[in-house]
């Protein structure tokens, strides 16, 4: 397989000094390997920290920025970061009114974030923490006890960011992501498996005429393996399952991330949106706001995941509030 890479293992420190280069509204701690706003956290305000293992970009680092992060730690490939890199990330953004986690549900960020939580209340800093597990192919899976956190990770991030943004408070922020996070859900589908940059070839067999339904952000199991169907069939599969999670009536208003696993191309992206939106809309459901494209990643697998978030108001007037990051910019 081919990567534009120069060592396997120098692909994350050779990526974070690419992003310090191309963003120079970012500072990276290349020791500590924590992306964080250049101009830091204004005093008195709630700052946000994410991570994860890398290969998922753009998130996290990509949105961190006015309106989402004020931090983000990414680990090597597919690998949760350390309560080190946590810590530091902690102690680097707190202006004084907390710092909240944003944790997809996955058991070494789980593990590890709840340890820096520990490591940075004896440092005087106030952590609360909002876990995110809005996929509903599978309860249990490779990596996790429960639900994995996927798609609405973002959506968590961009409403969450917003509130602290505007000066809300840390129980008040950390509600709002939680209420973010139990208004969504995920499902995935991958047409090709991915390939991490140490392997040099695809985690999993796929034969050219099936797909994985349920598909993990890391090539995980889903709930089965079928023939590939039409955009149409796929869209009907992922829409029914979150659905019967998630019920939504006539006059909902709603959310929608069409997202690329990494290698789908944008054209096709748009085929499935039209399919969602389709619908949703016999439904009578609004698609009040939406996003096409790469935001949550597995390397360069093809497939698709949809995220649909049941959206209150608070919530749609969040999500317009304005936002500069390297991956989303607007209002500005």
Not at 42 to 68: C, I, N, Q, T
Request: one cysteine or more; proline letters at 5%; glycine letters at 12%.
């Amino acid at each position: 397989m081919k990567k534009l890479i120069n060592a396997p293992e120098a692909v994350l420190a050779e990526a974070l000094s690419g992003i310090a280069a191309a963003h120079p509204g970012l500072k990276v701690d290349a020791e500590n390997r924590v992306i964080a706003r250049a101009l830091g956290t204004k005093p008195g305000k709630v700052a946000l920290v994410s991570g994860g293992g890398s290969g998922h970009e753009p998130l996290h680092g990509g949105f961190v920025g006015r309106g989402m992060l004020d931090a983000a730690c990414p680990g090597e490939v597919f690998t949760s970061p350390v309560p080190g890199q946590m810590l530091a990330a902690a102690q680097a953004v707190d202006g004084g009114a907390g710092v909240l986690f944003i944790v997809k549900n996955y058991t070494g960020d789980v593990l590890n974030f709840q340890m820096a939580a520990e490591l940075a209340a004896e440092e005087g800093i106030i952590v609360e923490t909002v876990l995110v597990d809005d996929d509903v192919a599978v309860q249990d899976s490779t990596w996790t006890a429960g639900r994995r956190g996927t798609g609405a990770t973002v959506f968590v991030e961009k409403i969450a960011g917003a509130l602290a943004e505007q000066g809300g408070s840390l129980t008040e922020v950390a509600d709002m992501g939680k209420r973010v996070n139990a208004a969504s859900r995920s499902f995935a589908v991958a047409l090709t498996a991915c390939t991490t940059p140490a392997s040099g070839k695809p985690g999993f067999d796929l034969p050219e005429d099936e797909m994985e339904v349920g598909v993990g952000i890391h090539g995980e199991p889903g709930r089965r393996r079928e023939k590939l169907r039409p955009a149409k069939d796929i869209v009907a599969t992922a829409l029914d399952a979150i659905l019967a999670d998630q019920p939504m009536v006539a006059g909902d208003e709603t959310i929608v991330m069409v997202n690329g696993l990494g290698g789908t191309p944008l054209i096709e992206l748009y085929v499935v949106f039209n399919e969602v939106a389709a619908v949703l809309g016999d439904k009578g459901v609004a698609v009040a706001r939406s996003l096409v494209g790469n935001y949550v990643t597995s390397l360069d697998m093809a497939g698709v995941s949809l995220t649909v978030c049941k959206a209150d108001a608070d919530m749609l007037s969040l999500w317009d509030a304005p936002v500069n990051t390297p991956a989303l910019r607007w209002g500005i």
